[in-house]
């Protein structure tokens, strides 16, 4: 049941996407339509030209009609498929531009910490690689899926007047054609969902490797790490030659119908005109009756041997909505909360806010309070207690779903425990923060985070160079260059999570240095904390617990 109400779920929000672009998907069927048209008409001037040719001896001058008519529907015939292909094209792109910014738009509004749980590298395939999955579903499948069934009906209905009983023929082998195709996409739909899940778990699983490649290297684990790569990628290819070889069973099904129908209706048209079959209307079978049936046949199928084609894209289009339905349906925050800019001030004003996760209630609130321009506060409390859900909400990376809250319209400056650190210099790293900084300037804020000793003795100066996630400095080191790039950016309000946990005491006792000169800069900092030296370097301690504002010491 929850399988058939996800499939469910993934078709409308499909339908939704589809709605959007409902005049160019129209007007691509529309063209489709006129393709058909112009084919039935295309054949049944070469059958009349061919009749006349044989039949009644027309000269071929007295045919010259028939021939400027049959290059006249070519023309138009072609003229209307590129009209389709491009209609198609372009819902297809409108489409999955706008299903693209849902996503963003989404993943902006649920912000870092609720999607701390996925992979950066399976949001970042499935914003480029299941969207263009989608791709062509909308260009292709979609528009093909009624002109699979208005364009066998018309010919049907042709067909009919000239000879019910081939068209009986051709009734009788239509429904197996997508009787099967069902069949085979239901597997296919499946696999193309584990296609999608395991590309995501691969990308994953490369870029943690790669990340982690000089600890890896430093274990001598390398090697191994390279083989669990080859095999993660190994997997991925035995499970798209799996989907492949559904698609190419689908097609192959087709073919086998339409050509045993198609020889049949040979054997009958044949058998007819040359007198051996007397039953029914196939007496009555001429040159043309009977050549304009066979030409129609192979057609009468064309439109459901190209759904088949594109069979795959439904497959793939639905696979790849599973994962990004599943994303679009992490709930958001409630939304009822205030947030705005304060009126040129670096203070914090926070009033009966509160904060909720999915699956683990109420994590903050309600709570109040008030932290003055300039002042530098400690969070304290046992750890889960909500100090670093505290930070994260006046820095904007989760909305509140209750009460006001009000921050510095300027920048703001995060530092924690594990800082970001890019592959590039030490001067690439800080200008993270102000990307206009000039040498001098980034000379001063590593000297002022106490980096000073270690700038004279790096050879390269500013332009040493680091590894992922800052490879070739200790962990204080790294804390110190957060710090910096604090001191780099000038933001008048500075928030700071655990900033001396698994340091040294040395260390320790540089960056609470550090910290006191941004104190006195006037900068307003607001640190979650279990240090008693960060505590008395406070202006004032808050204590937490169980998300709620239970004391306050002044320092």
């Keep these: 049941m929850e399988q058939g109400d996800a499939a469910l779920t993934q078709r409308r929000w499909l339908g939704r996407l589809a709605a959007r672009q409902r005049r160019l998907i129209g007007l691509s069927m529309g063209a489709g339509l006129f393709v058909g048209l112009a084919t039935i008409v295309q054949m049944a001037l070469l059958a009349g030209w061919l009749s006349a040719l044989l039949v009644d001896d027309a000269a071929p001058k007295e045919l010259v009609g028939l021939g400027v008519a049959l290059i006249v529907v070519l023309a138009l015939r072609a003229a209307a498929q590129w009209a389709q292909e491009v209609a198609g094209q372009e819902a297809s792109l409108r489409i999955r531009q ?12 649920l912000g870092p910490v609720r999607l701390g749980g996925r992979h950066s590298a399976a949001l970042g395939g499935q914003l480029v690689e299941q969207v263009e999955a989608l791709d062509g579903y ?17 010919i049907a ?60 290297q430093l274990f001598n684990r390398a090697e191994q790490a390279s083989a669990e790569v080859h095999a993660a990628a190994d997997d991925y290819r035995r499970l798209s030659m799996r989907t492949l070889r559904l698609a190419f069973l689908s097609s192959a099904v087709l073919e086998f119908f339409a050509a045993v129908a198609i ?85 914090v004003s926070l009033d009966g806010v509160s904060v909720t996760f999915a699956g683990r209630g109420r994590v903050l609130g309600p709570l109040d309070l008030r932290i003055a321009p300039g002042e530098c506060v400690a969070l304290a409390g ?61 000379e001063r804020a590593l000297e002022q985070a106490g980096l ?6 790096l050879p390269a100066g ?25 001191f780099l950016s000038g933001a008048s309000l500075v928030l700071l999570d655990e900033p001396t946990a698994s340091v040294d005491d040395d260390t320790q006792a540089a960056l609470i240095e550090a910290l006191r000169a941004l104190t006195a800069a006037g900068r307003t900092l607001i640190i979650a904390t279990h240090h008693p030296a960060l505590m008395g370097m406070a202006g004032r301690v808050v204590r937490i617990e169980d998300g709620r504002r239970v004391d306050e010491v002044m320092s």
């Design 98 to 109: 706008a299903a693209r910014a849902e996503l963003l738009a989404h993943i902006e509004a």
């Design 138 to 154: 909308f260009a292709r499948f979609l528009p093909q899926l009624r002109l699979a069934v208005a364009i066998p009906a018309l």
């Design 157 to 216: 209905v042709l067909v009919l007047w000239l000879d019910w009983l081939a068209a009986i023929f051709l009734l009788l082998a239509a429904p197996m054609i997508p009787l099967f195709m069902a069949l085979v996409g239901i597997g296919a739909e499946r696999l193309n969902r584990q296609q999608f899940a395991a590309v995501s778990r691969l990308a994953g699983h490369f870029l943690d490797r790669v990340r982690g490649i000089t600890t890896l």
């Design 263 to 347: 020889a049949v209706l040979a054997i009958y048209t044949g058998f007819g005109l040359l007198g051996y079959i007397d039953y029914g209307p196939s007496s009555q079978l001429t040159l043309f009756s009977g050549l304009l049936i066979l030409l129609l046949a192979p057609e009468f199928f064309q439109p459901l041997r190209t759904l088949s084609q594109h069979y795959h894209d439904r497959a793939a289009a639905l696979g790849a909505a599973d994962a990004l339905v599943a994303l679009l349906n992490v709930p958001l925050p409630k939304g009822g909360a205030e947030r705005r800019p304060s009126d040129g001030e670096s203070g």
């Design 382 to 442: 046992p750890s889960g207690a909500g100090k670093s859900t505290l930070l994260q909400l006046i820095a904007g990376f989760v909305d509140s779903d209750t009460g006001r809250v009000v921050t510095p319209a300027g920048e703001i400056a995060w530092m924690d425990q594990r800082p970001l650190l890019i592959h590039g210099s030490l001067a690439d790293n800080l200008r993270l923060a102000a990307p206009g900084a000039s040498d001098a300037a980034i």
């Design 452 to 457: 000073g000793e270690l700038l004279d003795a």
């Design 462 to 486: 500013i332009d040493t160079a680091l590894g992922e996630r800052g490879a070739g400095l200790s962990g204080g080191q790294a804390q110190r260059l957060a710090l910096a790039r604090v």
